[in-house]
């Protein structure tokens, strides 16, 4: 009995999604994107979603990190139920706990590296006395110390999702979403990139879940989910 509570801890998911499904009305017509997904995340994992263009990847990713609702069934994030919660308690959530990764990186352009990771910081609202330290520990666990002064355009594509990287992790979320991060990478930045992944996993304890359709990256995934057409193909 006391070996099964002690454990527990890991085997609570971080995030649960029961049932979910999301309709957009289009002009008079309703679009049916989810039909019905069942998942979890756990803590220290890192699982991809895969699925053609238009399968539903990127609303359910979303979902996931409380930008948008489900239109019907549940998501809960630590014990917070984010289909009942409004938009405001949602992006207090958000700030605070998850971090997002953008195929395009999504960086300030006017920004130097530093800059970004800090910004993120700042938005956090972690108390000021602690950015440089933070910053300045990010910057390295992505490999980008000695780039720290530079603007994004005068950096490479996966330094600069490096960057992004970096920025994303910065307030220490529980939660990283990436929405097809490798995908404008050649394959060894799309590998350092992975490597990134699995360090700040085993340091930062984050869950990752990130979308892909890369087979060589889909090898190192502790979980797989295969979305088709709205719904989770049996594995
Ligand atoms: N806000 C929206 N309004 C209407 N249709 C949408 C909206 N968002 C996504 N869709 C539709 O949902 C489907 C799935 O899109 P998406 O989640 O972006 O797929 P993926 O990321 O797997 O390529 C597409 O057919 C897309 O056009
Ligand atoms: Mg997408």
Redesign the pocket.
Known sequence: MSADIAEQPAEIPLLSVRGAE?T???GGQK?H??KGIDMELRPNQLVM?K????????????MLGGL?VPTKGEITFRNYPFHQLDDDERTAIRRRDIGFIFQTYALMPLLSAWENVELSLRMAGTPRAEWKNRVAHCLELVGLTKRADHRPYELSGGEQQRVAIAKAIAHRPALLLA??PTAELDSQMGAQVMAVFREIIASERVTICM?THDPTILEVADHVYE?VD?RFKAS
């Open positions: 999301r957009f009305q289009v679009i994107v989810l979603l699925g053609r263009s238009g399968s539903g990847k990127t609303t359910l990713l979303n948008d929405d097809e979308t979305m709205g």
